[in-house]
């Protein structure tokens, strides 16, 4: 990994230790000093020797070379002695050498050659226990986002593990040892799971590269395998001559762009119970029956978390959405609104969420835990049950104490929260009233606290209700807290505020889940028995004509339970045979039977009879059900289940877009995707142990078979741990001027803005807000949207910013050229005082990445291929310049049209080619053409053209790299980098369907449907001027957000009024127009013609068309600010000048009390 540290070859095969300085030949005397005393090796004894052998050496720690390989064969033996023999005589041969060269002596060439085997010996010994350590070391900084990527050193020692085939590198490896280490074993293997991945992802990137079928390690499951496949394609999806990189890459690009057709199938997912508050999407009432919901359908929830008038679900694409009641922040969304569509998550976006809960009464709070280990909480922060040291409501961060730590479980009770860590560890925070945290304290805890009085049971499961728990360790049970009613099943009705054992329940039974809910507990044995307690005035423990119930078994016939779930005075369990019962409350109908009258039994829910339920799920009054898998499974029972899961098949239909996949049988392409959906799994687990900033790498070699989403996923977690939550928006005034004006609003943003530190681009909020003078606007949003929008219409305004140009093939008369109509790096040379404006841009395209606000540029591949630092190929350059292209090809080919020697000089159109200077030689004369050297003429063309904008291509680095980590860029091909700053330029209007809500008008009637059918009868450019009208932005990200509001404008004559919209609420005001027609042409015409804040008044003002500044005042915009200007600076205008307008320190007065 550097200096010291050695190097491997090239070669799969060989490793090559390098001692090419001091502080190498430091470094391997320690090592061979700590393999002199090496008793905690983590390579078995038979392992040590056959390695020892295979290099000459001896297998024990003196080097006598004693053999003690008992397994080892005479066959093995001789092959090793003789290798010795062989080793002795080349080393024999080198001294003689030497002697003869240097003068050495041959017993000094010999200690020499001993001392590196003792070095190479002693490297191998130590090298498990070293990357582990290593590992331990790092793991840290990478979780709290100090670091991006492990270091040299780790990525180094990683690599040589896998050369050397260590055992550790197997997926599934388990060290060798007798019954005694079975603890030890199991911790082995978890200690080094991510070596296993990363030599997975190591070898699937250089089969890869090499057109080799992929390692046989990496596999489909059994559930993924499909026996009914014809046999003579059975294989097929493995073949590397089939699967080319070509199609490799059609095929991931098809699933990132239709990510619906990849998705395997579907689960159908039914609701019951109430939707007063739009728990279950927007849509009646009550729910009475099992009813499918056509959201839920299209999330496709893996995780279903219904909670207190709220539901959340995690899809199977990775997104964590939330619905309902949106008061206290319980969503953790960016408003405390009611919500009546699935709302993305937004600052869970990019993390990949394990574990997903939220509480089912109270004022609402959820938990997710992220891969990696961190606990995210938001909500109600009530008694400080969100873990974050307050008590108000949050938006979703990190719970600072579990930094580090494992979480096998986290639960939310009413008013507190609990974990269990991975090695048995349990916390509880929250409220402390009535015992309700076991006794840890008696005063409320806004952070979890450690139960120390649990620390001798390793506690499996745990369960929180109304001021009461329940936990296990598999054999026995403990409550504590609240006691009212009997809820403790203790035969009392006093609280304890210490975890006490349950009576009356069978000490050889083996529990695997509790519950709780209001009032009443449970649990869930193996053998599929389910004991209850607690309260029972609403036959919530499912025993008629009793107040409250002791423990005991809950009836449920010939029934073996596989699950059971508790909301608030209610129950349901789940069968082996996929039926589920319920019991209890049914005042909303949560129950599914069709009526709201109390159950006292448990009761077959006939409307889910046949539907092969698997997974369920409530909240604290209503009910989800889902014929998919859950993501964790209790009952052992489970394991009897024989449906597997299906696999994932893309529609009949395929895009012409990707040709390559046209003669491949669907279910080859659908094995290969879910082959490559494994490998990306592994590679994101791995990526840090790459070297990202090499192109030479070989995961960055073959980026293109890496789902997209996974890369996104890494990204997103970087970008998350890297979030400035400080400060406000900056506050930044300026003014627009008539297009084409040299005075551009990206140069007054760009001097304004340039001084500002790193951070602030990374923050969690808006970087700045505008204020446009003479513009009757109040930046909540809507003045940002439309200042970005507005740069990008300056950058692709030729002539007027000095970063993008048009391509070449733009102006080409050539009809089939690539990448018309979009911009490269302007090459013109540019003065380092207007690097600003280059770091600004960096910043402007990071930002859209980080903060997922797409902007409107159209920019061609190779410039992201350039901002990513990669190669740039004459293929890059071909695709924006083919008369480039041509030219020089023609110079290489001149003999093939006729030219020779002799006639060259005859070849009038050779006159316009200029000679060429070598970029990377200032001193050389410029290499005019001639005949002979036109080879070298060219390379130095192609070789001058990589290097043009190369400063420019710096600068814009050095403000990209202040916003998001450069070395993950690498990752993403031109198209994935595109769409991440730009979004995409073809409007979704189902996504956006999906996130629209409707005031004072029908959704179901004629004037929405009218909507719709105009709206996506738009062009694209139509399509873009709507989006900008209603938000400020011109193009829809790939995970929306926000939702659109559309009312309805009560004004008279209806027909002669025209939209309105606010912008910083994403909201449009429509009038209930007689007919479609009118309605298509009063919206066209408004989102043709307005164009700026409140135009209104920006005429009122006299601003429209008005030039007043001076040639000094734009020439004042030209110039780079000096260093360490403040954001909030008089403007170069007179602000007092402006009628109507405050005094500059009445204005900064104005903007800190909005």
């Known amino acids: 990994g550097g200096a010291g540290e050695g190097e491997m070859s090239e070669s799969t095969s060989t490793v090559v230790i390098v001692d090419d300085d001091e502080a190498g030949d430091q470094s391997a005397g320690a090592l061979a000093a700590e393999g002199s005393v090496s008793s905690e090796v983590a390579l078995d004894e038979t392992q040590e020797i056959d390695f020892m052998r295979e290099f000459g050496g001896s297998s024990d720690s003196s080097g006598s070379g004693s053999s003690t390989g008992t397994n080892a064969t005479a066959e093995r033996e001789e092959a090793a002695a003789a290798a010795a023999r062989e080793a002795d005589a080349a080393a024999a041969a080198a001294a003689s050498a030497a002697e003869v060269e240097e003068g050495v002596s041959r017993n000094t060439v010999l200690t020499g050659v001993c001392e590196h085997m003792q070095v190479l010996r002693a490297l191998v010994q130590r090298l498990p226990r070293m990357l582990h350590e290593q590992y331990c070391a790092e793991r840290g900084a990478l979780r709290d986002g100090t670091r991006v990527l492990n270091s040299p050193l780790m990525q180094s020692l990683s690599r040589l593990a896998v050369e050397l085939e260590l055992p550790q590198c197997e997926v599934g490896y388990v060290p060798e040892g007798g019954e005694g280490d079975a603890p030890a074993k199991k911790k082995d293997k978890a200690q080094f799971e991510w070596l296993a991945s990363y030599a997975l992802t190591l070898r699937a990137a250089e089969a890869v590269a090499a057109r080799e079928e992929l390692p046989p390690a990496l596999a489909l499951s059994e559930d993924e395998e499909v026996p009914s496949v014809e046999k003579d394609t059975l294989r097929l999806y493995r073949d590397p001559a089939t699967f080319t990189p ?42 009475h029956e099992p009813t499918e919901v056509e959201a839920f359908l299209t999330a496709d929830p893996v995780i279903m978390a219904p909670g207190a008038d709220c539901t959340h679900v995690l899809s199977s694409s990775g997104t964590v959405f939330a619905v309902g009641k949106g008061d206290y922040g319980r969503l953790g969304l960016e408003h405390s609104s009611q919500q009546k569509s699935l ?125 009461t728990g329940v936990c296990t360790d598999g054999s026995s049970i403990w409550v504590w807290g609240l006691n009212n009613g009997g809820a403790l099943g203790l035969g009392h009705t006093s609280n304890t505020d210490a975890p006490t054992l349950l009576p009356d329940v069978p000490s050889d039974a083996e529990f695997v889940k509790v519950c709780a809910g209001r009032a009443m ?52 369990a789940l069968t082996l045979e996929h039926k589920v019962l319920a019991w209890g409350c049914n005042d909303y109908g949560q129950l599914g039977l069709g009526h709201t009258s109390e159950v006292s039994t448990p009761t077959l829910v006939e409307k889910l009879d046949g539907c092969a339920v698997q997974y369920i799920e409530c909240g604290e009054h209503h009910v989800m059900v889902s014929t998919k898998r859950p993501p964790v499974t209790y009952s052992p029972l489970v394991k009897a289940q024989t449906s597997a899961q299906t696999l994932p098949m893309p529609e009949q239909h395929r895009p012409d877009e990707f040709p390559s996949l046209a003669d491949i049988p669907l279910s080859a392409l659908s094995r290969r995707f879910m082959l490559l959906r494994h490998l990306s799994t592994h590679a994101a687990a791995a990526m840090p142990l790459f070297d990202l900033e090499s192109p030479r790498n070989p995961m960055v070699a073959i980026k293109h ?6 890369k996104t996923a890494a990204l997103r977690r970087v970008l998350a741990k890297s979030s400035w939550t400080s400060g406000e928006p900056l506050n930044v ?126 920019i061609a591949p190779i410039v992201w291929k350039q901002l990513a630092g990669m190669p740039i190929t004459f293929k890059d350059i071909r695709s924006v310049d083919e008369d480039f292209a041509q030219t020089v090809n023609y110079i290489r080919d001149l003999e093939k049209h006729g030219v020779t020697a002799e006639t060259f000089s005859e070849c009038d159109f050779l006159e316009d080619l200029q000679p060429v200077s070598d ?121 929306l957000s926000s939702t659109m509001t559309v009312s309805r404008l009560d004004r008279a004559p209806v027909d002669m009024m025209l939209p309105t919209a606010s912008t910083c609420f994403f909201k449009v005001s429509i009038p209930a127009y007689s007919s ?75 903007d800190e009390v909005d």
């Open 246 to 287: 070509r199609v490799d890459a059609e095929l991931t690009k098809w699933a990132g762009r239709h990510p619906r057709e990849f998705v395997a199938a579907t689960s159908e997912v039914r609701v019951m119970g109430p939707n007063m508050n739009s728990q279950f999407c927007d849509g009646p009432d009550r729910f």
């Open 521 to 572: 507990q449970c649990a869930l044995t193996a053998a599929g028995d389910v004991w209850i307690w607690g309260e029972n005035t609403q036959s919530q423990c499912g025993v008629p004509a009793c107040s409250s119930v002791s423990p005991q078994v809950l009836e449920v016939g010939e029934h073996k339970v596989v699950d059971v779930v508790l909301g608030s005075s209610f129950g349901l």
């Open 919 to 1039: 970029p990377d030689d200032a001193s050389a004369e410029p290499l005019a053409l001639t005949f002979e050297n036109r080879t070298e003429w060219r390379a130095l063309c192609i070789k001058q053209r990589r290097a043009q904008s190369k400063r420019q291509v710096e600068w814009i680095r050095e403000g990209l790299g202040d916003v998001v980590p450069l070395q993950l860029l690498s990752l993403f091909t031109p198209d994935e980098i595109d769409t991440a700053v730009c979004g995409s330029r073809v409007m979704n209007w189902s996504l956006l369907k999906s996130h629209t809500r409707f005031e004072s008008h029908d959704e179901n009637g004629q004037f929405v449907r009218w909507l719709w059918e105009v709206l996506e009868g738009l062009s694209d450019e139509e399509a873009s001027n709507f989006l900008r009208f209603v938000w400020g932005r011109a193009r829809l990200p790939g995970v």
């Open 705 to 710: 078979v890496f789902l997209s989403k996974f």
């Open 733 to 858: 005034t300026a003014r627009r001027y008539p297009a084409g004006s040299k005075k551009t609003l990206y140069k007054q943003l760009a001097q304004a803005l340039h001084s500002v530190p790193a951070e602030a681009f990374r923050s969690t909020r808006r970087v700045w807000k505008v204020l446009f003078m003479g513009e009757g606007s109040d930046d909540a949003g809507g003045p940002y949207n439309e200042s970005i929008s507005q740069m990008c219409d300056e950058l692709m305004t030729p002539g007027l910013l000095p970063i993008l140009q048009p391509s070449p093939n733009t102006s080409s008369k050539r009809p089939d050229v690539p990448n018309k109509g979009l911009f490269v790096l302007a090459n013109a040379a540019v003065e380092d005082e207007h690097s600003y404006l280059f770091r600004f841009f960096g910043r402007l395209l990071g930002l859209a990445i980080r903060s997922n606000h797409s902007i409107a540029l159209e």
């Open 1076 to 1150: 479609k027609e009118i309605l298509e042409k009063k919206l066209k015409y408004a989102i043709a013609t307005c164009r700026s804040i409140d135009t209104d008044d920006y005429n009122r003002q006299g601003n429209i068309g008005d030039d007043e500044g001076n040639e000094s005042e734009d020439e004042q915009w030209d110039v780079a600010p000096e260093a360490g200007v403040a954001v909030d600076v008089r403007p170069p205008l007179n602000w007092s000048d402006v009628p109507g307008g405050e005094t500059w320190e009445e204005a900064q007065e104005m």
């Open 343 to 467: 709302a993305p998550v937004e600052r869970l976006e990019g993390l990949t969420v394990r574990q997903l809960v939220a509480s089912r009464g109270g004022y609402g709070h959820a938990m997710a835990v992220v891969e990696g280990g961190e606990v995210y909480s938001w909500g109600d922060g009530d008694f400080g049950k969100l873990g974050q040291g307050t008590t108000g409501e949050q938006k979703p961060a990190p719970i600072a104490t579990f930094t580090g730590m494992e979480m096998r479980l986290v639960v939310c009770g009413h008013t507190t929260s609990g974990a269990i860590t991975s090695d048995g560890k349990v916390y509880l925070w929250g409220q402390a009233d009535d015992g309700s945290l076991g006794g840890i304290s008696t005063s409320n805890q806004n952070s979890p606290m450690r139960w120390n009085a649990m620390e001798a049971h390793d506690i499996k499961h745990m369960a929180l209700g109304y001021k």
